[in-house]
């Protein structure tokens, strides 16, 4: 009997449509839910002075001017991280409460930006695969980092946790793709522009927090005995950035304020033990975060780039080795929070650890399976040979359909009862919208923030907010850390008191 699939075609050209086309549906929800998203937290506590300098006519140069103080001052009194401090001083609601939405905005589009960036250099120019290869890969890489990220609220919906994490691990990103663009700068100019943006770059990603700086310097480390092992020639301009952004984290390390957070902690452990844990919970987490979905991408990226890795100039002859060097690499970022006694960090951290799983785990796939296409080539696998047919490609895009679907109905994250697309990022954003429980926030939102604006209320008294999203932060003034966030309120609305409502 005739294969019925044989009468069946795969078009790249449309499935890379299909799937672009899924991301951003998928994104809809996200940009849509975050229309009422409010301040939250430390949000309130690094904009105080910018908002007061906003509130007295200071406009955006003001704020600037007072951001630029309020770093210095961080810097004394809680943590060093200077790029992180400065920007969320200028967090969107410091304008109005109703921009806060730009958070998102920020945030997650950086996000995308950051991985076209990134895989556009590594896959589509270093690589060389097609650019519907690239667009496949990068469509289904999003997709599953964003839809199952292990904390929503923190990576794209709060400007100052996002900012810290999210966005520093975005600017992380494109950083690397700028050392990758750097190779095919062809005239002197162009060179001497690359590596006065990588050197800009390596200033920012230095006053980044330390899981993000220390991946970013461990990955420049690999890169440069690739550099001057080949005798690539930006190989010292390369080197030289690397240098800068370990003076800079050097500098923001030693930050007096850093003494006055650690002693928040409880304590941390020696170098020795948080590096061993390190090794220990970041293996834990590559099986923990093992996923259909994950599998799907990295299937897709196989199939995609097959033909990009057989005829890549590489020999892919130490896959053992290279898969150690990922694994110690991802491992290593671990290190900073549990030596200051944080454990892995808050889910903003953690979610820097998944960013890294993905694409560090395709990446080794890939190198995995350009060894197996080296060996076949020479003849030492000839069992895994099959037939090119069109039929067998059908069947392994729809086993690659079935995983990521499979995979989205089964899910099931941590603290949920329930299985099921629902509570995926866009499947938990579109829900609360849908049911009104978005607006329902925003509006119980909107009273309080007229109330605390309300230069007539000195003794202001706060009604808990019980409808929120599973998308935004929460109710922060009644939460665990409400005496501190209510005296951030205080000074932050000028207010001689903040109080919460008792109940009956």
């Known amino acids: ?54 509130r007295e006519g200071g406009g955006f140069p003001g704020a600037v001017k007072a951001a630029f103080e309020n770093t210095v001052a961080i810097r004394n009194t809680w943590e060093g991280t200077y790029t992180s401090s400065f920007i969320s001083a200028l967090q969107p609601a410091i304008f109005g409460e109703g ?31 097609s ?54 700068a062809g005239s002197k100019a162009g060179q001497v522009i690359w590596s006065v943006v990588l050197l800009i770059f390596s200033g920012l990603v230095g006053g980044s927090k330390y899981s993000t700086v220390l991946f970013a310097l461990l990955a420049d480390v690999l890169l440069l005995i690739y550099a001057f092992h080949g005798k690539r020639p930006l190989r010292f301009a390369q080197l030289l950035s690397t240098l800068v952004m370990a ?8 930050a007096p304020g850093n003494a006055v957070r650690a002693a928040t902690l409880g304590g941390g452990l020696n170098p020795v033990v948080a590096i061993a844990q390190a090794m220990f919970f970041g293996v834990s987490l590559l099986g923990y975060w093992f996923s259909l979905p994950l599998v799907a991408v990295w299937g897709i990226a196989i199939w995609q780039l097959s033909g990009a890795l057989k005829n890549s100039r590489l020999s892919f002859r130490y896959p053992l080795l290279v898969t150690a060097v990922g694994i110690c690499l991802f491992c290593a970022q ?36 350009g060894w197996l296409i080296r060996k076949q080539e020479n003849g030492e696998l000839s069992w895994l040979s099959c037939p090119d047919s069109e039929s067998i490609r059908v069947m392994a895009v729809l086993a690659l359909a079935a995983l990521l679907v499979v995979g989205c109905i089964c899910y099931h994250p941590e603290g949920t009862l329930s299985y099921g697309p629902q509570n995926m990022a866009s499947g938990s954003a579109l829900r609360s919208l849908a049911s009104g ?37 929460g109710d922060a003034p009644v939460d665990e850390m409400g005496e501190y966030v209510q005296n951030l309120y205080a000074e932050y609305y000028l207010k001689d008191s903040v109080t919460i409502e008792k109940g009956e």
């Open 1 to 54: 009997m005739k294969n019925p699939l044989m009468k069946w075609r795969i078009s790249s050209r449309l499935l890379c449509l299909v799937l672009i086309a899924m991301l951003l549906v998928s994104l809809v929800p996200l940009y849509a839910i975050s229309l009422f998203n409010h301040a939250c937290y430390d949000d309130f506590g690094f904009s105080i002075r910018t908002h007061a300098a906003v």
């Open 247 to 254: 003076a800079l984290m050097v500098f923001s390390a030693m």
């Open 334 to 369: 671990l290190t900073p929070t549990l030596f200051t006694g944080n454990y892995l960090g808050d889910g903003r951290t953690v979610n820097t650890y998944y960013f890294c799983y993905v694409l560090l785990s395709t990446g080794l796939v890939l190198y995995w399976a």
């Open 437 to 473: 429980e978005a607006a329902a926030y925003d509006e119980a939102m909107d009273q309080r923030d007229q109330e605390m604006n309300d230069p007539a209320i000195t003794d202001a008294v706060l009604r808990p907010v019980t409808t929120i999203p599973a998308a935004f932060m």
């Open 99 to 129: 921009n806060y939405w730009i958070t998102t905005a920020v945030l997650l589009t950086f996000f995308l930006f950051s991985l076209w960036c990134f895989l556009r250099e590594s896959i589509r120019f270093r690589l060389g695969a």
């Open 131 to 184: 650019a519907q290869a690239y667009w496949l890969v990068l469509a289904c890489a999003a997709f599953v980092m964003i839809q199952f990220v292990p904390d929503l609220s923190e990576a794209f919906f709060w400007f100052n946790g996002g900012v810290a994490y999210t966005l520093m691990w975005s600017l992380m990103l494109v950083r690397l793709a700028i050392w990758l663009r750097m190779e095919r």
